[in-house]
Nanobody, 124 residues
């Protein structure tokens, strides 16, 4: 059974930083593309960042480009999201996701597995 477990969420002031982590189990981590999505109340789940299986390629939503950084450790089967210069509009539940495709893209419907989410709240 594939499981993705996020951690690291919390409350932070605007301009601060937070690092989210996702631990994966039950899958061949090396062969999986990993990503992060987020969802605020009343909004659709939106793409945040994507990293290829070998970490050779990354892609970010325009709203977080230059502020967020995605990374992975295949030996530990983890993927992280470093969030800097946080803004109140970054407040959302952040979800870790995985897919077997080499480059699954930004559509949430293409991803096979999802974590339970971790809450990130940025105060003004």
């Amino acid at each position: 059974q594939v499981q993705l477990v996020e951690s690291g969420g919390g409350l932070v002031q605007a301009g601060g930083s937070l690092r989210l982590s996702c631990a994966a189990s039950g899958l061949t981590f090396r062969g999986a593309s990993m990503g992060w999505f987020r969802q605020a109340p009343g909004k659709e789940r939106e793409f945040v960042a994507l990293i290829s299986w070998n970490a050779g390629n990354t892609y970010y939503a325009d709203s977080v480009k230059g502020r967020f950084s995605i990374s992975r450790d295949n030996a530990k089967s983890t993927v992280d999201l470093q969030m800097n210069s946080l803004k109140p509009e970054d407040t959302a539940v952040y979800y870790c996701t995985a897919d077997s495709a080499s480059w699954p893209g930004t559509d949430k419907r293409t991803y096979d597995y999802w974590g339970q989410g971790t809450q990130v709240t940025v105060s003004s």
